[in-house]
């Protein structure tokens, strides 16, 4: 059964909708709604504008962590034991492949167990999610999945609108509670902090509107006006990433002949719309003395710098690629062996990431195993065409829609690392899941008889709970060793009164998941800090910055192993930090008598980046 909602029928000159055909209804719909249980897991990670240090996003993440586990728990209690028995195709099939390489990469690096302990938990539970959406979706019970998914991710774009739109317009409202303190003067951040984060965001929001708006035939005036004001917002980001996602949204719009034509014009209009946008900012803020932030974006690009230094440190990365081709430097292993290696040109600022996930694979995991991953997701799209061309409309528009916002977050990754945050990650999974699971699949003849499916029935139903009740577990342990580690930095968040500092730090080092922002501050307060030397491994794999490697050089020092202090200390210089200054100021002073010269001034020994591991 198919239906159109916007067929061109012309009363007055204009289009109006059809309401002349059913709505497609969700066989075996269950009877509890999981809409706010999608709001919670999705919705309200993008809305939390409080944070504690030393992680400004970390309840966001947790909460969308914990949110998805508990949607995903009770969605395995209430459904049939005949979802549990719904063949997986090999879309779905390819990307819980890539997956398992994913985790199998994360199990054999060396960095701290710890610190690869909620990557591995991130990935299970998206690997459940996407499978649990795909098999609700091969039985038909988008509304077990999909229609909350979007539904959320509207709501967080239509609140985040309002976020925006204080933060540029009315920023002394914003008290960091509701609305996060803005940044930059003429530029919303959302209550991520991150402008292209939100832009992706509110992407996603416009998408989700297209296909609720669609399906349940909504005005098309409701449609212009919801899209027309997450695009302004767009605008309000004034992100380069944002451009280039509304670009790929009027891109829909032209190549989708599934869409009704008057939501295909609609798409087409939100390009114009937007440049509109950007010059009326500039124009208004400029008249209130504020410079819109896009027009200092703009400058950059038209002078060469079109990614903000990402250039760099892609040409980093690709040097670490072609140095480490076979297995790669190890999960959670690159801002120490990028921070580590000679770089005279590097950008100033200390990355923990390449801002492109492709390098990322195979800087972290090598060229074999990043194009095994690759290719399997690769393959998985490949194979989901079909989905994209089905006969009924409503089945390829929901194809469509989930691939447009696979393909923005997937560009997002091109030069960031969204996927590194649950509340994209999440997401991105239940949309891969939607999309593999529209995928035409014939059952085995087995699981067609009674028997077949009386054996299969409730195969899935325990690893889809176990993962859901572990999910809320761990979101619950890691916020309480979270709340260790931030009394460290906040003392007033004790319950009581507050313990020494030494303490507190203690207190916090034996936390699995956070102890190394102890570490950090253990080893970065010390007088003395080669004495604290077996302490300095969680936080350099964690990112290493000025007040650390001055630490750790000064620690290699006290050990008498003066070429790796040397190293350290002439890999800190390319940095060209002003907090490094005091540290330098020796090599400028006149030389005394006949002394050696201070380790930071002797001329850089230029190690291998692994010898300056830690424990060698």
Excluded at 523 to 539: I, L
Excluded at 551 to 569: D, I, M, P, W
Aim: some cysteine; glycine content about 8%.
């Amino acid at each position: 059964m198919s239906w159109n909602c916007f067929q061109p029928s012309i009363v007055q000159g204009t289009w109006q909708p059809r309401y002349d055909q059913p709505l497609m209804t969700s066989p075996d719909h269950p009877p509890v709604s999981f809409l706010p249980l999608a709001l919670l897991a999705v919705a309200l990670p993008f809305l939390i504008a409080g944070s504690m240090p030393p992680t400004s996003t970390y309840f966001n993440q947790v909460v969308a962590f914990g949110g998805c586990g508990v949607w995903l728990l009770v969605w395995a209690l209430t459904a049939r034991p005949s979802l549990s028995s719904q063949p997986s195709s090999g879309a779905t099939k390819l990307l819980l492949v890539a997956g398992a390489l994913l985790v199998a990469a994360i199990l054999t690096s060396s960095t701290p167990w710890g610190q690869r302990l909620a990557p591995l938990a991130c990935l299970v539970l998206a690997g459940a999610l996407v499978h649990a959406t795909a098999a609700a979706t091969r039985a038909g019970r988008i509304d077990d999945w999909v229609t909350p998914l979007m539904t959320a991710l509207l709501v967080a774009g239509l609140l985040s609108v309002v976020v925006g739109v204080v933060q540029v317009f009315r920023p002394e409202l914003a008290d960091g509670r509701l609305i996060s303190f803005p940044t930059i003067a003429g530029r919303a951040i959302g209550n991520m902090r991150q402008p292209n984060q939100l832009s992706t965001l509110l992407l996603w929001a416009a998408a989700a509107a297209v296909w609720l708006g669609v399906r349940e035939r909504q005005p098309l005036a409701v449609l212009a006006a919801v899209l027309s004001v997450l695009v302004f917002s767009v605008a309000l980001t004034a992100s380069r990433t944002g451009l280039v996602g509304v670009v790929l949204l009027a891109l829909w719009g032209a190549v989708d002949r599934r869409l009704p034509s008057p939501v295909r014009w609609l798409l087409l209009a939100m390009l114009p719309l937007y440049a509109l946008s950007w010059w009326g900012l500039e124009q208004w803020l400029s008249a209130h003395g504020v410079m819109f932030y896009g027009e200092d974006q703009l400058k950059k690009t038209l002078h060469g710098d079109p990614s903000s230094s990402r250039g760099k440190i892609w040409s980093n990365t690709w040097d670490m690629v072609r140095t480490h081709p076979w297995t790669g430097v190890g999960f959670g292993a690159y801002n120490f062996i990028w921070s580590m290696t000679p770089f005279p040109g590097r950008p100033v600022a200390f990355y923990d990431h390449s801002h492109n996930a492709v390098l990322q694979l195979a800087v972290e995991s090598g060229v074999p195993m990043a194009v095994a991953i690759l290719g399997c997701v690769l393959v998985a799209l490949w194979m989901s065409r079909s989905a994209l061309q089905q006969a009924d409309d409503d089945t390829a528009r929901g194809a469509r829609a989930a691939l447009f916002m696979l393909v923005m977050v997937g560009v997002h990754s091109l030069l960031e690392y969204p996927l590194w945050y649950v509340y994209f990650l999440l997401p991105a999974a239940l949309l891969a899941g939607w999309l593999t699971g529209l995928v035409p699949v014939r059952p085995p003849a087995e699981a067609t008889s009674a028997g077949g499916v009386s054996r299969l029935a409730g195969a899935w139903r325990p690893v889809w709970c176990a993962t859901g009740a572990l999910a809320m577990a761990g979101s619950l342990w890691s916020t309480v060793e979270y709340g260790s580690v931030a009394i460290i930095f906040e003392p007033d968040l004790a319950w009581s009164e507050p313990a020494p500092l030494a303490e507190r730090i203690a207190e916090g080092q034996r936390s699995v998941l956070w102890g190394h922002h102890a570490d950090y501050a253990a080893v970065t307060m010390a007088p003395e800090p080669e004495k604290v030397f077996d302490q300095f491994e969680r936080p350099l794999y964690h990112l290493a910055d000025t007040r650390l490697l001055i630490a750790y050089a000064r620690a290699l020092q006290g050990r008498g192993e003066t070429a790796r202090a040397a190293h350290v200390a002439a890999r800190l210089r390319e940095f060209h930090n002003p907090v490094s200054a005091d540290f330098f100021a020796v090599c400028d002073a006149p030389p005394a008598a006949p002394t050696p010269a201070p380790f930071q001034c002797l001329p850089d020994p230029a190690l291998p980046a692994e010898a300056l591991r830690p424990k060698p």
